[in-house]
């Protein structure tokens, strides 16, 4: 089992970053919003699950360890394979797919790609009492990825702000931005930024 890699950054096209671990180069599948904090020449390190079939040996990465807890979880749900539980964890984090759990929102797990509604469903009653909330959350599915918002989450990482933070504050903005401001870059990260305030600035 390879639980996590440590390497240069060699590539990253859209959801798979190639990572050279002594002289090899690995082929991670990433969720897009993971994707977007590799740079390619920079070191990182990732936790990994690697997922063995027949015919194919894949691995897929993790920023934090319980992205991977749950990664795991979720492939142990009739119906649920390696691929729809990175698509899973592409639109929800950890806590935000512990509290639809908890509060049994399987609407949350339906609007993912590929999931539908008896996977939901399923989801839901097979992992109920597994997974704890840890911090404070909103239930409802955060605001759809746009290539606004990860050009704005992108924007906010490069200026120091860690990546949770930056996604959060970008998701806040979307949801008080009007129609315009959604759709134009230097509009919504203003907003963001005024979500972050001035004391985020001096903590770089």
């Given at each position: ?9 060699l ?8 990572i ?6 690995l ?6 919003r ?13 936790r990994t ?14 920023a934090e360890a319980?992205?991977l ?5 979720l492939?142990?749900?009739?119906g ?15 806590d935000?797919?512990a ?6 929102d399987?609407a949350?797990?339906?609007?993912v790609?590929?999931?539908g ?16 909330v840890t911090?404070?959350?909103?239930p409802?599915?955060p ?17 120091g ?5 930056a ?14 401001e ?9 907003l963001?930024?005024?979500?972050l305030?001035?004391?985020?600035v001096?903590?770089?």
């Amino acid at each position: 089992m390879i639980s996590s890699v440590r390497g240069t950054v060699l590539a990253v096209q859209g959801t798979a970053a190639v990572i050279e671990v002594g002289g090899v180069g690995l082929s991670v599948q990433v969720t897009p919003r993971h994707g977007l904090t590799l740079r390619v020449g920079s070191e990182a390190t990732v936790r990994t699950a690697l997922v063995v079939r027949e015919d194919d040996l894949s691995l897929y990465g993790f920023a934090e360890a319980d992205e991977l807890v749950v990664f795991d979880l979720l492939r142990s749900v009739t119906g649920v394979g390696p691929r729809s539980a990175m698509g899973v964890l592409a639109v929800l984090d950890p806590d935000q797919i512990a509290a639809a759990i908890a509060s049994e929102d399987d609407a949350a797990f339906r609007k993912v790609s590929g999931i539908g509604p008896k996977t939901a469903k399923l989801i839901v009653v097979s992992l109920a009492g597994k997974l704890v909330v840890t911090h404070s959350v909103r239930p409802s599915t955060p605001a759809a990825a746009t290539p606004v918002h990860d050009s704005v989450v992108l924007a906010l990482i490069g200026l120091g702000w860690p990546e949770r933070t930056a996604l959060q504050a970008v998701e806040d903005a979307m949801a008080g931005a009007t129609e315009l401001e959604r759709e134009t870059v230097p509009a919504l990260l203003r907003l963001a930024l005024s979500r972050l305030g001035p004391q985020a600035v001096s903590n770089k």
